[in-house]
């Protein structure tokens, strides 16, 4: 009896210490890997430029006398509220209107049944699969020619092409979980089509419009191709592309600056998806299940 | 109940059954009402996704630069850039950068996926945090790399001189072809494993237990239970996303541009950044879009490799399981 315990803790013993070196410490290695730079990212940002390139005598992790010296070079002297405010309003202006035609779409394709729908939900997804930097040259010329060069609209207008396919088919898996009967109870209730996805469809799939917003949101956030090239005026810019482009001046690099910029520009998206982690998580492999 | 609201109610209710307007019928004509919810997104798709894809090979055809329309030149620009040595380059290049880094992406995230299946506290959040890296937009994680690869002030060497004591000089991450390229397929691979780890556990959650227990019971070793129940039953999911991972590494650009764009001398230069510096800063419209066109053979036997990849899945797995 003992000697069966003595064995069992010693077979549980064994197999914790597995466990600590087949799980844990490879894990560890892992998110220590993918946070690092954010780490680095977040300590350039608040270091004095004494210490920025000085590692004999601080050491690199950390820092001895923090200041906020490089986020106020870039509140007060650069132009990085307005390109904030700007890459926020296109945001906000692309989820708006990808959702828009996303729920109108996915509700014809999978609640009106039409012979056809399923070849228009495919070539729906069919233009997921062309990558903007096939576009952006055409589309450049598009732009100067509607008058739209240097202004945030032309984004507005042309981010809905990669968001309209993932957001319709991230709807029309959530449209398909709502079950027929209620659909057929409102009509025969004397509902209008309309009354029907307004009161009934939208409300019981929320989820998945707040799943869709955020994917629209961060990926307008994100892009960098088109803000690059139909953009020139420093005032219009996105942020991701005003760091880069306007930060970056000569041959001295200004690394203190950089990283505040690339810190402030990624908290909102950090935060965002914080909010929401579960509905990402789910939007992102939901889209790719169906 | 008096008599005044029994008739109130009775008008009421006469009112709502009134014969429907015009309008409200022609909005429950399935026709109309399926051509007015397709029109927004089929509308926006074919203005700028489906015109300017065919304007591009109209482009590719002309001499046009910035600012001034140019005159067809047949297959001129296809044969300059093919003869190209920059060209040449960018396609090795492309290559080499999408096949190093999905390797990377899907060894690295499938670990990480199975990693993150097991019984771990706080798993959630664990989960949560190891998405960020695909969360933060592309061009501002880039710089960071950037700056982890400054030659003199890099952060990597830092590590691996003064804390590890594995060299004893800093690495030159940027300055040369070899190197550079590497530090590119890293800095991608970085980006990439969550996405790969995310999608391929939402996969394991979705195997039965009770098919690793039946396996068990007869004898199945680990492996054999990871190659004969994970693999084939993650395939489906797998495919999809690799896919979709490869086309979007293929189509970079953002990540090269913000590194080392295109740099030293041409030798990381991909397609996606070589099409836009011809382009825009060269402002030959004609020749940069000749480049871009040039990727979507690529791309188009990317995804029918994968497609009939899944397609045989599917066929073994029978029509039922569609």
């Known amino acids: 009896m003992s000697e069966a315990a003595a064995g069992d803790e010693l077979l549980s013993w064994d ?57 106020n070079v870039l509140l007060f002297h650069t132009q990085f509220p307005r390109w904030m405010l700007i890459t926020i309003s296109v945001a906000v202006g692309t989820t708006i209107l990808s959702i828009f035609c996303s729920v109108l779409a996915a509700y014809a394709i999978e609640r009106l049944r039409f012979s056809g729908s399923t070849h228009v939900a495919l070539a729906i997804y069919l233009a997921y699969l062309v990558p903007p930097t096939i576009l952006f040259i055409p589309l450049a010329t598009m732009v100067v020619q509607f008058g739209l060069y240097n202004s945030p609209i032309s984004l507005i207008l042309t981010y809905p092409t990669f968001l309209i396919p993932f957001c319709t088919w991230l709807l029309i898996g959530y449209f398909k979980s709502i079950p027929y009967e209620l659909e057929e109870c409102a009509l025969i209730d004397g509902a209008s089509r309309w009354q029907i996805l307004r009161r009934i469809v939208l409300p019981l799939s929320v989820p998945g419009l707040i799943s869709a917003g955020i994917f629209a949101f961060t990926l307008s956030w994100n892009e960098f191709i088109y803000a690059l090239a139909f953009i020139q005026s420093t005032g219009n810019k996105t942020v991701p592309v005003a760091v880069l482009t306007e930060l970056v001046t000569g ?40 | 109940m008096d008599a005044a609201t029994a008739e109130a109610a009775v008008v009421t209710w006469r ?12 909005f429950d004509y399935k026709p109309f009402l399926i051509g007015l919810c397709l029109a927004p997104a089929i509308g926006l798709l074919v203005v700028f996704l489906t015109y300017p894809l065919g304007l591009g090979f109209w ?36 290559i080499f950068y999408t096949a190093a880094a999905t390797v990377g992406k899907f060894g690295l995230g499938l670990w990480l996926a199975l990693l993150l299946n097991h019984h771990l506290p706080f798993k959630s959040f664990l989960r949560a945090i190891v998405l960020l890296p695909w969360i933060v937009p592309t061009v501002l994680s880039a710089i960071v790399w950037w700056w982890m690869y400054s030659p003199q002030f890099s952060i990597i060497s830092y590590i691996l001189v003064n804390v590890l004591h594995l060299r004893s000089t800093y690495i030159n991450f940027l300055g040369s072809a070899w190197p550079a390229r590497w530090s590119l397929v890293v800095a991608n691979t970085w980006r990439g494993i969550p996405f790969v780890a995310i999608i391929t556990l939402a996969g394991l959650q979705t195997i039965p237990p009770s098919l690793y227990e039946a396996a068990l019971l007869d004898g199945a070793s680990s492996w054999q239970r990871f190659r004969f129940i994970t693999v ?14 490869t086309l979007f590494t293929f189509s970079d650009f953002q ?30 419209l004609g020749q ?17 490799i994968n497609y009939f990849g899944l397609a045989r899945r599917k066929w073994q797995q029978g029509p039922a399981n569609e």
């Open chain 2, 15 to 26: 009112l709502a059954r009134r014969p429907d307007s015009w309008i409200t019928r022609l």
């Open chain 2, 255 to 284: 990540l090269v541009y913000a590194i080392t764009d295109g740099g030293p001398f041409n030798t990381t230069q991909i397609m996606a950044t070589l099409a836009y510096q011809v382009a825009i800063p060269g402002s030959e």
């Open chain 2, 288 to 304: 940069g879009a000749a480049i871009a066109v040039a990727m979507i053979p690529f791309l188009v036997a990317l995804t029918a």
């Open chain 2, 59 to 94: 482009l590719a055809l002309t001499n046009s630069t910035i600012g001034q329309r140019g005159h067809f030149v047949g297959l001129a620009n296809f044969i300059s850039v093919l003869s190209d040595p920059v060209f040449q380059l960018s396609v090795f290049n492309t």
């Open chain 1, 15 to 71: 197999s914790r210490a597995r466990r600590v070196v087949t799980v844990y410490v490879p894990l560890a290695l892992f998110v220590i890997v993918l946070l690092f730079p954010f780490y680095w990212m977040t300590i350039t940002a608040f270091k004095p430029d004494s210490e920025m390139e000085d590692y004999a005598h601080h050491s690199p992790f950390w820092i001895s006398s923090p200041t906020l010296h490089n986020f």
């Open chain 2, 232 to 245: 084939p039953l993650l395939l489906p999911i797998l495919s999809v996303a690799l896919t979709l991972s």
């Open chain 1, 251 to 290: 041959d001295v690099y200004q690394w203190g600056a950089l990283m505040a910029g690339a810190l402030l520009g990624s908290v909102p998206v950090a935060l965002f998806y914080s909010l929401f982690a579960e509905y990402y998580v789910s939007s992102l492999t939901g889209a790719v299940k169906e």
